[in-house]
């Protein structure tokens, strides 16, 4: 495992919920990134932890390999990787990501 995966599992493991976004929760840099935000808020958690992506090029890189994912913003749930924001409205509209927050 690279340095920058290492970096990534770390954050991952250990943090509950981690989105990996562009810009901060205070100011999302894409309508992706502020959407997955709403849905965070909406949700009410409350120890969510963001990772700025566009502050490191690297993890920028490593969290698209890291989870074989395309794609930022991306969400990560006690370890588990569960998508970006299209599949984070989807989970939200059914029920499934409020769940899940609740559940862990």
Known sequence: MSDVQQRIDELVKSNR????????SQFPMCGFSGRAMQIMKACGVTDLKTFNVLDDAEIRQGIKDYANWPT??????????????DIMMEMYESGELQQALAAS
Do not use: A, D, R
């Open 17 to 24: 919920v981690v989105l990996f976004m562009k810009g901060t």
């Open 72 to 85: 930022i913003p991306q969400l990560y749930v006690n370890g588990e990787f569960f998508g970006g924001s």
